[in-house]
C-alpha cells in the first residue's frame, strides 16, 4: 500500500499569508494525486486533481505542483473561509489519502 | 443540481451489519462511479471501494475484502453500502463521492454526499 505523509500536521497562519503543504508518498505515484479541503461537520471538497489541474469553481488562488513522491499544495493569500483540514489522495496504486494538514489560524 | 443523499444515522451492536444508502440526482446515473469513504471520530480519510453503477461491478479496498458489500438500484439512481461484522472500530462517518470522470473514471470524487454516521456499541 502507498503511505502518504502530510506535513507539517498544523499550520498556524494569518489570513493574507502564503500557505505551503507538503505531501510525500512512500513511493512513485506519477501525478496522479489529489488534494481535498475538508471544513468542520462537512464533506471533503475536491481542489486539484492530477497534481496540478484546479476542478471545478477552485479560485486561482489554489495551486498544485510535484510528481513522483513530492508534491505541494499552495495557497498564494490565505482567506479566512480556506482555515480547514487539507488531504492529499493518490490512485496510482490502489486509492490511500494523507493524515492531513490543519491549516488554523 | 448534481447531489448525493445519504441516509439516516444508525447505531448498531457488535456483530450486526448496518446498510447505508446514496441516492443520486442532478446527473446521469449510469455514467459515474460511486465510491466510499469513512471517516473515524477526529481521523482521517479512510477509501472502502468503489461501484460502477452501470454494470454493477465492485472494487474493494484489502482491508475491507470479505466484510463490505456494494449494490445498486438503476430504477431509484441509489447506491448501497453493506458492511458486515461491525466492530467498535466501525464507528465512523460514511460518505458516498462521485467520481470525477465519466464511464471508467478516475478515482478523484468531485461531488460527495453529507455523510451517514455509523455507531456501533453494546
Known amino acids: 500500500e502507498i503511505v502518504l505523509t502530510q506535513s507539517p500536521a498544523t499550520l498556524s497562519l494569518s489570513p493574507g499569508e502564503r500557505a505551503t503543504l507538503s505531501c510525500r508518498a512512500s513511493?512513485?505515484?506519477?501525478?496522479?494525486l489529489a488534494w481535498y479541503q475538508q471544513k468542520p461537520g462537512q464533506a471533503p471538497s475536491l481542489l486539484i486533481y492530477?497534481?496540478?489541474n484546479r476542478a471545478t469553481g477552485i479560485p486561482a488562488r489554489f495551486s498544485g505542483s510535484g510528481s513522483g513522491t513530492d508534491f505541494t499544495l499552495t495557497i498564494s493569500s490565505l482567506e479566512p473561509e480556506d482555515f480547514a483540514v487539507y488531504y492529499c489522495q493518490q490512485r496510482y496504486n490502489g486509492l490511500t489519502f494523507g493524515g492531513g494538514t490543519r491549516v488554523e489560524i | 443540481q448534481v447531489q448525493l443523499v445519504q441516509s439516516g444515522a444508525e447505531v448498531k451492536k457488535p456483530g450486526a451489519s448496518v446498510e447505508v444508502s446514496c441516492q443520486a440526482s442532478?446527473?446521469?446515473?449510469?455514467?459515474?462511479?460511486v465510491h466510499w469513504v469513512r471517516q473515524a471520530p477526529g481521523q482521517g480519510l479512510e477509501w472502502l471501494g468503489i461501484?460502477?453503477?452501470?454494470?454493477?461491478?465492485?472494487s474493494y479496498a484489502q482491508k475491507f475484502q470479505g466484510r463490505v458489500t456494494m449494490t445498486r438500484d438503476t430504477s431509484t439512481s441509489t447506491v448501497y453500502l453493506e458492511v458486515s461484522s461491525l466492530r467498535s472500530e466501525d464507528t465512523a462517518v460514511y460518505y458516498c463521492?462521485?467520481?470525477?470522470?465519466?464511464?471508467?473514471?478516475?478515482?478523484?470524487?468531485?461531488?460527495w454526499g453529507k455523510g451517514t454516521t455509523v455507531t456501533v456499541s453494546s
Open positions: 461501484i460502477n453503477p452501470n454494470t454493477g461491478s465492485t
Open positions: 463521492a462521485r467520481d470525477r470522470a465519466t464511464h471508467n473514471g478516475d478515482y478523484y470524487m468531485d461531488v
Open positions: 492530477d497534481a496540478s
Open positions: 442532478g446527473y446521469t446515473f449510469t455514467s459515474y462511479h
Open positions: 513511493q512513485s505515484v506519477s501525478g496522479y
